[in-house]
């Protein structure tokens, strides 16, 4: 298409169209010819050279003249069906391809096309619609990452500057160099959770399904908090059926369970409460995590789930913002259901159903 000049292709198009006529018209000329010469021998008419020569050179004037009119019609049923659209799909993707996802083909009049422009067209748009969409999270990913990596990267520097000051009394030093340390840890827990994340998306994770009991994978997780609920003083409720056992993979499943009861003891106050209960219904295992924590509003409810969201900035340094993204990645590629109630000022309670392991709830119906 592009390097050659129009007029040198409108000019070859002509020529093609000057040399298949003059073929057509001979051809046709010469048939008619044939056709009327056996004819007048059958009929025992006699021609003259002369009748047969105007004859021809009519034929031949009548065959250009149709094949042009016809060619003019269908030039410009192409132009309008043909060209126009493909001229504007080719338009389309040379801006995607620098690009440009926002834009969108017009759906053309579908006269003589059966409609299939429009097809190709409507691709097209829902293509670009996804593209657009894919790049937009694409670069809030990089902005939140990079603004992530900012804080705990100015504290270490800013700590390991005062750390180079002579004369420092050990406390100080001591306090500088856990300043640095916490920031360092708070950087790596970040990329951990963003490498697992881009792994749980980006590769098709086939769980280790394996049978075991989910109330023992609860209370391991649970009393890895015990540190916690001793110091903090919280009261821990428990209510675990027994012999629950889930078909799942256990170390994808403990990363809900660590990161639920994280979040239930990082917003909940001294001497408040946090509940955990193991139920069944036919289908499910279900497990709630309840905590008479701080609560959340409607609209923070709205968004936890997101990649980078935290709704308390109050605790934004004990965590990323990336932790429940990892739990509803895990709950969906588990093909379970997770939901959240809660009430500001009141706490708030997770619901995480999974599929019980197939023959026990079988043994348990008959
Ligand atoms: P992070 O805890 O690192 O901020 P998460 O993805 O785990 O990130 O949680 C996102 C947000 O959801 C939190 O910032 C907080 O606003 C809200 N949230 C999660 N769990 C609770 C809870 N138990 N009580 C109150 N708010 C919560």
Redesign the pocket.
Known sequence: MKGEHPINGILKAIGHYVTFFLLVAFVITCCLSLFVSTLSDSLQITLTNENVALAAKLTFANVIFISLIFTVIDAIRRKLTVDRPVKHISEAAERMMQGNFDVRIPISSTLGTDGKFNEIIECINHMAEELSGVETLRTDFIANVSHEMKTPLAVMQNYGTLLQAPNMTDDKRIEYAKAVSDASRRLADMMTNILKLNRLENQQIYPKAETYDLGEQLCECLLQYENVWETRRIEIDTDIAENVTVKADAELLSLVWN?LF???F???EVGGTVSLSLSTTDEFAVVKVT?T????SAE?GAH?FEKF????TS??T????????L?KRVVDIMQGEIAVE?TLGA??T?TVKIRRAENEHLEENR
Request: charged letters at 10%; proline letters at 0%.
């Open positions: 990161n994280s979040n239930a990082k917003f909940t905590d924590g701080c609560g959340m923070v936890i969201y935290q709704g308390d605790h934004a004990q965590g990323n913002g990336l932790g429940l993204a739990v809660s706490g708030t997770f």
